[in-house]
Nanobody, 122 residues
Framework: QVELVESGGGLVQTGGSLRLSCAAG????????LAWFRQAPGKERKFVAG????????YYGDFVEGRFTISRDNAKKMIYLEMSNLKPEDTSVYYC???????????????WGQGTQVTVSS
């Protein structure tokens, strides 16, 4: 089972930027799609962005509106989420997850990290 560990969360002002990272601590990284989800208190978990196993295809939630970019480095077993123009409504715990599917919102995700908190102040 792959361990996924997120980092890079924190407190940022409206309009600011953050870069989230997710490290896969064990094998079975290559060949799997990966994605970022988020969940705010009292709200459902929401798909943020996903990337195919080879990095050729990326998928984003409608609310992203071009502000976020997902990427992966298979050699380092890392995925990233570059977030810019952050808004208070982006405040959530962000999770990375792994899938054998395409990496979009309809894929089934089998491994999850513990999450990293992102707080955007107004």
């Amino acid at each position: 089972q792959v361990e996924l560990v997120e980092s890079g969360g924190g407190l940022v002002q409206t309009g600011g930027s953050l870069r989230l990272s997710c490290a896969a601590g064990r094998l079975s990284f290559n060949g799997f799609a990966l994605a970022w989800f988020r969940q705010a208190p009292g709200k459902e978990r929401k798909f943020v962005a996903g990337i195919s196993w080879n990095g050729n295809n990326t998928y984003y939630g409608d609310f992203v509106e071009g502000r976020f970019t997902i990427s992966r480095d298979n050699a380092k077993k890392m995925i990233y989420l570059e977030m810019s123009n952050l808004k208070p409504e982006d405040t959530s715990v962000y999770y990375c997850a792994q899938s054998r599917g395409r990496g979009d919102s309809d894929s089934r995700y089998i491994n999850w990290g513990q999450g990293t908190q992102v707080t955007v102040s107004s």
